[in-house]
């Protein structure tokens, strides 16, 4: 990796001079998807990470359907060793069946996150981001037509200029505070403890046990390691700069479950809280912010991590269109107004969990009828489909098709050529694809135009495929680089004005 950055590299957009196209802080699964998504798209990346190297700590286990699909569609999956799905699932505890819902179930289980950020470091060095560690954001300054970076380094302070800069810091996001973005929502109420045990030989608790004096969690990670929750009732928020001792953890655990683990020890132990907030902006000016920089809640289904992954490939082929000169007018507007209202959605439903998971009496009446209603297959639909992150609909225009502003569902289709493919190898490069399912040759000519950006492919379902047809009664589909549906044919309408509005225009009209 190549020690310091080239100055003064002109920006292709804005025709003024930059050291790179992005600047993103943090290399936590957030900030490495982007970095690789910006690569895709053509925009000179720069990521400033304040650890020397991957601590291997792994806070998070697993990522939900939608965010295993959005690896899929580039090529990630095989990657991640001994991924394991499951079609059970629960939400606040309450279990039910994740595949009442087509293609749905509970997302990738056992995948450390030390080990999704090592497949997505690789997978955007390898691309050509420029991942630089020991970098600590200190300051920016949003000049209108560029944004100034400032950075302590193990060489010493240093500043950097870039088209945009990016977020990508967590909760405590100093991006965010310098950018003077608000942060609203609840405080934390309760303080609770996160854990990889040893030497405990403990019981599997996969969905929680919830007891008197609180709510414990266990499963295994590796031989004689355990993974453990522990949420003891009336124990408050600690300040994050207070270190956690496997001490406190032991005497929690056996206030709760009456089991002495003070004998074992712990290969880290950390704290969390079920503070709420969300950013009032996902973008102002030149900086912007994703993952837990914009969004913060109660854990709950690997849901936080999957976000931010998603926040990422959303973001990613927005901003390199804008520095590479392509973008319609609100392109990279349509970053909050797509995820700003997904963020929302998540933080109701992971507060609701907490609600029925971790509420003492007061809550039980809320848990049994959530059990009772777990019973209607709608009930269920549609809490899988929340948590799961597959019915995500973004507003894409007007139009009834089931597809449209929904995520391209897998399916394996057959080629103009005969050989077989799938909807998710389609979207490896990140580039728009319009799927021609009817074979016509006028729509190709007209796609022509934007053959930069799109992907024409001619195809059908194929043969063995026997799932229910996601594309009733449209000739053609034009998928997004993050996967999602933007135009079809059933809803009427010019595929010219879908590829204007998201692709830009043709070639020969620029």
Same mark, same amino acid.
């Given at each position: 990796?190549?020690?310091? $950055?080239?100055?003064?590299?002109?920006?292709? %957009?804005?025709?003024?001079?930059?050291?790179?196209?992005?600047? $993103?802080?943090?290399? &936590?699964? !957030?900030?490495?998807?982007?970095?690789?998504?910006?690569?895709?798209?053509?925009?000179?990346?720069?990521?400033?990470?304040?650890?020397?190297?991957?601590?291997?700590?792994?806070?998070?286990?697993?990522?939900?359907?939608?965010?295993?699909?959005?690896?899929?569609?580039?090529?990630?999956?095989?990657?991640?060793?001994?991924?394991?799905?499951?079609?059970?699932?629960?939400?606040?505890?309450?279990?039910?069946?994740?595949? @009442?819902?087509?293609?749905?179930?509970?997302?990738?289980?056992?995948?450390? %996150?030390?080990?999704?950020?090592?497949?997505?470091?690789?997978?955007?060095?390898?691309? &050509?981001?420029?991942?630089?560690?020991?970098?600590?954001?200190?300051?920016?300054?949003?000049? #209108?037509?560029?944004?100034?970076? !400032?950075?302590?380094?193990?060489?010493?302070?240093?500043?950097?200029?870039?088209?945009?800069?990016?977020?990508?810091?967590?909760?405590?996001?100093?991006?965010?505070?310098?950018?003077?973005?608000?942060?609203?929502?609840?405080?934390?109420?309760?303080?609770?403890?996160?854990?990889?045990?040893?030497?405990?030989?403990?019981?599997?608790?996969?969905?929680?046990?919830?007891?008197?004096?609180?709510?414990?969690?266990?499963?295994?990670?590796?031989?004689?390691?355990?993974?453990?929750?522990?949420?003891?009732?009336?124990?408050?928020?600690?300040?994050?700069?207070?270190?956690?001792?496997?001490?406190?953890?032991?005497?929690?655990?056996?206030? $709760?479950?009456?089991?002495?683990?003070?004998? #074992?020890?712990?290969?880290?132990?950390?704290?969390?809280?079920?503070?709420?907030? %969300?950013?009032?902006?996902?973008?102002?000016?030149?900086?912007?912010?994703? &993952?837990?920089?914009?969004?913060?809640?109660?854990?709950? &289904?690997?849901?936080?991590?999957?976000?931010?992954?998603?926040?990422?490939?959303?973001?990613?082929?927005?901003?390199?269109?804008? @520095?590479?000169?392509?973008?319609?007018?609100?392109?990279?507007?349509?970053?909050?107004?797509?995820?700003?209202?997904?963020?929302?959605?998540?933080?109701?439903?992971?507060?609701?969990?907490?609600?029925?998971?971790?509420?003492?009496?007061?809550?039980?009446?809320?848990?049994?009828?959530?059990?009772?209603?777990?019973?209607?297959?709608?009930?269920?639909?549609?809490?899988?489909?929340?948590?799961?992150?597959? *019915?995500?609909?973004?507003?894409?225009?007007?139009?009834?098709?089931?597809?449209?502003?929904?995520?391209?569902?897998?399916?394996?289709?057959?080629?103009?050529?005969?050989?077989?493919?799938?909807?998710?190898?389609?979207?490896? /490069?990140? /580039?728009?694809?319009?799927?021609?399912?009817?074979?016509?040759?006028?729509?190709?000519?007209?796609?022509?135009?934007?053959?930069?950006?799109?992907?024409?492919?001619?195809?059908?379902?194929?043969?063995?495929?026997?799932?229910?047809?996601?594309?009733?009664?449209?000739?053609?589909?034009?998928?997004?680089?993050?996967?999602?549906?933007?135009?079809?044919?059933? *809803?009427?309408?010019? @595929?010219?004005?879908?590829?204007?509005?998201?692709?830009?225009?043709?070639?020969?009209?620029?």
């Amino acid at each position: 990796m190549p020690s310091r $950055i080239a100055a003064h590299t002109p920006n292709r %957009q804005e025709g003024t001079f930059v050291d790179t196209d992005v600047i $993103i802080v943090g290399a &936590g699964p !957030t900030g490495l998807m982007l970095a690789g998504e910006l690569r895709l798209g053509g925009a000179r990346v720069v990521v400033a990470e304040l650890l020397d190297a991957p601590t291997g700590q792994s806070r998070g286990l697993g990522f939900t359907a939608r965010a295993m699909e959005a690896f899929d569609q580039r090529g990630l999956l095989p990657g991640f060793d001994g991924l394991q799905t499951s079609p059970l699932g629960h939400f606040g505890g309450v279990q039910f069946d994740y595949t @009442v819902l087509e293609d749905a179930h509970f997302g990738a289980r056992g995948i450390p %996150q030390a080990q999704t950020e090592a497949v997505l470091e690789q997978w955007a060095g390898e691309l &050509g981001a420029d991942i630089r560690r020991g970098w600590e954001f200190r300051a920016l300054t949003d000049h #209108g037509d560029r944004v100034e970076v !400032t950075v302590a380094t193990p060489q010493g302070e240093q500043r950097l200029t870039a088209a945009y800069l990016v977020g990508c810091d967590g909760g405590h996001s100093m991006v965010r505070k310098a950018a003077g973005i608000d942060f609203p929502g609840t405080p934390a109420t309760r303080g609770m403890y996160l854990a990889d045990v040893v030497g405990c030989g403990l019981e599997p608790r996969f969905l929680g046990e919830k007891l008197p004096n609180g709510m414990v969690m266990a499963a295994p990670l590796a031989d004689g390691v355990d993974r453990i929750i522990v949420c003891p009732n009336g124990t408050p928020a600690r300040d994050r700069s207070e270190s956690v001792t496997f001490a406190e953890v032991a005497d929690a655990w056996q206030r $709760i479950t009456g089991e002495d683990i003070s004998h #074992g020890g712990a290969e880290w132990v950390s704290s969390f809280t079920d503070a709420t907030r %969300q950013a009032t902006e996902y973008r102002r000016g030149r900086v912007l912010l994703a &993952g837990d920089a914009a969004h913060i809640h109660l854990p709950a &289904g690997g849901q936080g991590l999957s976000t931010g992954v998603q926040d990422a490939v959303n973001l990613g082929w927005k901003l390199a269109a804008e @520095v590479a000169g392509w973008a319609p007018a609100d392109l990279l507007d349509s970053y909050h107004a797509e995820r700003h209202p997904v963020g929302e959605r998540l933080l109701s439903n992971t507060r609701a969990q907490g609600m029925v998971f971790l509420g003492g009496e007061e809550a039980d009446p809320l848990r049994e009828l959530l059990t009772e209603l777990m019973a209607y297959d709608d009930v269920k639909r549609h809490l899988a489909g929340s948590v799961s992150h597959l *019915d995500i609909r973004y507003d894409l225009g007007t139009g009834s098709h089931p597809l449209l502003g929904r995520r391209l569902p897998p399916r394996t289709l057959r080629t103009a050529t005969g050989t077989s493919t799938t909807t998710a190898e389609l979207l490896y /490069q990140g /580039q728009g694809v319009l799927l021609d399912l009817a074979d016509d040759a006028e729509l190709r000519r007209t796609a022509e135009g934007w053959k930069d950006r799109v992907v024409t492919v001619t195809a059908s379902l194929a043969p063995t495929e026997i799932r229910t047809d996601p594309f009733v009664d449209a000739a053609a589909v034009l998928v997004r680089p993050d996967g999602y549906v933007a135009w079809t044919s059933a *809803d009427g309408g010019r @595929v010219t004005a879908a590829l204007e509005r998201w692709f830009g225009t043709a070639a020969a009209a620029r």
